[in-house]
């Protein structure tokens, strides 16, 4: 096994530590600091960027490579890091970051393409999409997933099936109830993250409408939550934690000038079917 120095020092970067997402990639990161003997340092960004920029600032004169999870940085201010010799890699990235930069990332167009797959072989052929919000990496590869399955499966995209939201349950349950109104309604729901998912199940519920009997629901990330709803949640598991485990991984080679074959690493994604996903009662 490759080690670093028994003495490098690691700095991670953190919107967050309580909220379940970041504290499973974290313990994927806790988990490769441990394996590679090396010493944590933990900074919250409060996921506010001048903190961030003053704390990797900081990070940089007192740790020897930095693991950033999902930072709000731009690929210029990262780059600038980089410049100095500074090993770092950020884990899931917010926006679309330059090549240069080393990143973990789930597959999402696998994940997505997987949720919509399993509607399709269901028999639904009117499936809506509640996103996250714009221009995220996470939003437009499943949002370009979803156009894609539908499209591979001869369904023409409906503007009107593809809402957006904040990845948040408040926004979620709003979003489906819209879509649950409309003349012609969705037969199944594919959410770009399980707090969506669970809205929508929410809005479902509020209007009468039963899931998965009469509106079939998917989720993404397999969060804790997923499995203690009810119905149980059909979701796209992420593997937070591997995504941590990989990116201290990474970083050691980094910090130890190794010779890497890439800089972009996604782990895989896979489908986790539950209950709230069946054959459409009406039509498709």
Same mark, same amino acid.
């Given at each position: 096994?490759?080690?670093?120095?028994?003495?490098?020092?690691?700095?991670?970067?953190?919107?967050?530590?309580?909220?379940?997402?970041?504290?499973?990639?974290?313990?994927?990161?806790?988990?490769?600091?441990?394996?590679?003997?090396?010493?944590?340092?933990?900074?919250?960004?409060?996921?506010?960027?001048?903190?961030?920029?003053?704390?990797?600032?900081?990070?940089?004169?007192?740790?020897?490579?930095?693991?950033?999870?999902?930072?709000?940085?731009?690929?210029?201010?990262?780059?600038?890091?980089?410049?100095?010799?500074?090993?770092?890699?950020?884990?899931?990235?917010?926006?679309?970051?330059?090549?240069?930069?080393?990143? !973990?990332?789930?597959?999402? &167009?696998?994940?997505?393409?997987? $949720? /919509?797959?399993? *509607?399709?072989? +269901?028999?639904? %052929?009117?499936?809506?999409?509640?996103?996250?919000?714009?221009?995220?990496?996470?939003?437009?590869?499943?949002?370009?997933?979803?156009?894609?399955?539908?499209?591979?499966?001869?369904?023409?995209?409906?503007?009107?099936?593809?809402?957006?939201?904040?990845?948040?349950?408040?926004?979620?349950?709003?979003?489906?109830?819209?879509?649950?109104?409309?003349?012609?309604?969705?037969?199944?729901?594919?959410?770009?993250?399980?707090?969506?998912?669970?809205?929508?199940?929410?809005?479902?519920?509020?209007?009468?409408?039963?899931?998965?009997?009469?509106?079939?629901?998917?989720?993404?990330?397999?969060?804790?939550?997923?499995?203690?709803?009810?119905?149980?949640?059909?979701? !796209?598991?992420?593997?937070? &934690?591997?995504?941590?485990?990989? $990116? /201290?991984?990474? *970083?050691?080679? +980094?910090?130890? %000038?190794?010779?890497?074959?890439?800089?972009?690493?996604?782990?895989?994604?896979?489908?986790?079917?539950?209950?709230?996903?069946?054959?459409?009662?009406?039509?498709?």
């Amino acid at each position: 096994m490759t080690r670093a120095s028994p003495v490098a020092r690691v700095g991670v970067l953190v919107p967050v530590v309580f909220d379940w997402y970041f504290a499973r990639i974290l313990h994927g990161i806790a988990d490769g600091v441990y394996e590679h003997r090396l010493q944590l340092m933990l900074w919250p960004t409060r996921h506010e960027h001048a903190r961030e920029v003053e704390l990797l600032n900081e990070v940089r004169e007192t740790t020897d490579g930095a693991v950033l999870v999902l930072p709000e940085q731009s690929s210029d201010e990262l780059l600038a890091a980089l410049s100095d010799d500074y090993p770092l890699v950020v884990v899931d990235p917010l926006v679309r970051i330059d090549a240069r930069i080393p990143s !973990v990332v789930a597959s999402n &167009a696998s994940g997505a393409e997987q $949720a /919509v797959q399993h *509607l399709l072989e +269901l028999g639904h %052929r009117r499936i809506a999409a509640i996103t996250g919000p714009p221009g995220w990496v996470a939003t437009e590869e499943r949002r370009q997933a979803y156009r894609g399955a539908l499209a591979a499966a001869g369904i023409a995209f409906d503007p009107a099936l593809e809402l957006e939201a904040d990845f948040d349950f408040e926004p979620g349950a709003q979003a489906a109830a819209v879509l649950l109104e409309l003349d012609r309604p969705p037969t199944a729901i594919f959410a770009f993250n399980d707090m969506i998912a669970i809205g929508a199940m929410r809005a479902a519920r509020s209007l009468g409408i039963g899931v998965p009997d009469e509106l079939s629901i998917v989720g993404f990330d397999d969060s804790v939550y997923a499995a203690v709803v009810h119905p149980a949640l059909t979701t !796209v598991r992420q593997p937070l &934690a591997e995504m941590g485990t990989t $990116a /201290v991984d990474l *970083l050691v080679r +980094l910090m130890g %000038r190794e010779t890497v074959d890439t800089l972009h690493l996604e782990p895989f994604t896979r489908l986790v079917v539950r209950d709230t996903t069946t054959m459409p009662r009406r039509g498709g």
